[in-house]
């Protein structure tokens, strides 16, 4: 069993191309024992986005916290706490804040074998 807080893991700031204000924890893993998903906690700052990308794996994602939108290809989906998103592979997306606080959400990913 794994159990703790969120507020015990350290912040990595998420420094890559097309990505501004984001931030991430991850919670539960597999060096952490977890055996086939890792749980993550982003913070994204008012403007700040992740990158436009796609990937061979699903994600699901749960809002804890403030404005935000989802891009699907020419579409944006609102979100706002207790919105929840799957993103299945190899669909193209990213994540916004569009608010003027912190848009915090948990994201769940496999573990890649």
Known sequence: MIVGKEE???PTEINEKDIEGVS???????EAGAPNF????????????TAYHTHAWEHEVYVLE???MVRQGEKEHPLEKGSFVLVPPEEEH???NTGDRLFRFICVVPILR
């Open 66 to 68: 403030g404005k935000g």
């Open 24 to 30: 991430m924890k991850v919670v539960i893993s597999r």
């Open 94 to 96: 990213n994540f916004a």
């Open 38 to 49: 890792v749980m993550r906690v982003f913070d994204v700052q008012p403007g700040g986005h």
């Open 8 to 10: 015990h893991v350290e």
